[in-house]
């Protein structure tokens, strides 16, 4: 299980408090193997009773050609792009590389996803070859989720080069905000502290700490609501 950010861990046992919901433990499982290594055309790379949900393209891997990511869910699921909704009870991302008038698989992530509902958020973007995926949830205490994935030349795979966790209540004076940035690529985490006055002031304060440079593929990630 993936737990990049072991600082925020403190944050994220006050959200025990919160009244949420997971999603059904019977929610069908993302068939992996039936998703082919190489196909012509996105569609063919959706498994049977399964959806695609939303899609973004961008050149992820420097080629010039258009990249695609895919969100996946079970077919029937109520979603909609940008809408806050409930999270789908089973879904997955797929990263899907341009390659000769074709595509190839090239990143599988079953439990990147957040299954924490009623109230939840997702985006996901390319920008400079970086595939950024956000998840925000929760209702009176909720916590922003970014993870940042740029590709690893030395073996194919999707590298986890930073992570954001933001964790605030609504409203936002209620308690202290909490935000830690980890980037792994040069070992720095920095730790945001948003404070609230009885006057309605509003100050920071920041820590930042050394962590170990390490290496997590997005196939390999396992985030859940103990993080």
């Known amino acids: 299980m993936h737990r990049p950010i072991t600082a925020s861990l403190l944050v994220l046992a006050s959200l025990a408090a919160a009244p949420r919901l997971r999603a059904q433990d019977d929610a069908p499982a993302f068939p992996t193997t039936s998703v082919p290594a190489r196909a012509a055309r996105v569609a063919a790379f959706v498994p049977r009773g399964w959806a695609a949900a939303a899609e973004v393209s961008g050149d992820l891997n420097g080629d010039g050609r258009p990249d695609r990511v895919v969100h996946l869910v079970p077919q029937g699921t109520y ?72 590709l690893d030349p030395a073996n194919g795979r999707f590298l986890l080069i930073g992570a954001d966790r933001f964790f605030y209540t609504r409203p936002q004076e209620a308690a202290d905000s909490r935000k830690v940035s980890e980037n792994y690529l040069t070992g720095v985490r920095l730790i945001t ?5 009885d006057a309605g002031r509003y100050s920071e304060r920041e820590q930042r700490e050394t962590i170990p440079r390490t290496k997590t593929y997005f196939d390999d990630i396992v985030e859940d609501d103990e993080g």
């Open 79 to 150: 979603y909609r792009p940008g809408a806050i909704t409930a999270a789908p009870e089973s879904q997955a991302l797929l990263i899907l590389l341009a390659d000769g008038g074709r595509y190839r698989r090239a990143g599988l992530a079953t439990h990147l996803l957040q299954e924490i509902v009623p109230q939840w958020g997702f985006e996901m973007n390319i920008r400079r070859g970086v595939l950024i995926i956000r998840q925000n949830y929760g209702m009176t205490e909720v916590m922003d989720v970014t993870h940042r994935f740029r």
């Open 193 to 197: 502290i948003g404070h609230f006055d």
